[in-house]
């Protein structure tokens, strides 16, 4: 099994600084960002996984104003959907097969399938 450590937010301050520094000796190359509507432009000394509004429209999540706050299990979907391959090798081990589960296979097998037609 394979960790990754991520930071949840949706702005870049010192305090995220702050975060990093502490997580990177840990977690080296396997830290990213999970960013809730990035601002266009900005940059981050991170890998980026951007959690958008297209990104809940595409996958038929509920959205609500805040769902970047409130839906804390939506920036989890779009940082397994980041790693596919991790996130079927997970839920096999884990035999979830629950409806969230469910999804989260689904959109995996989905970006698989789109990486490998890519890749051909």
Excluded at 8 to 14: A, C, G, P, Q
Excluded at 76 to 105: N, V
């Amino acid at each position: 099994m394979k960790i990754v450590a991520a930071i949840r937010t949706h702005v870049w301050t010192d305090q995220e600084d702050r975060i990093m520094a502490q997580l990177a000796p840990v977690f080296g190359d396997d830290l990213c960002v999970v960013f809730h509507n990035r601002p266009k432009g900005l940059s981050v000394p991170l890998p980026v996984v951007d959690l958008t509004d297209r990104f809940l429209r595409r996958h038929g999540l509920r959205y609500l104003d805040d769902y970047g706050w409130r839906c804390g299990d939506y920036f989890l979907y779009a940082l397994r959907l980041a790693r596919p391959q991790e996130a079927l090798d997970k839920l096999s081990e884990a035999g979830d097969s629950t409806p969230a589960g469910h999804f989260l296979r689904a959109c995996a097998m989905e970006q698989l399938e789109q990486l490998d037609a890519a890749n051909a």
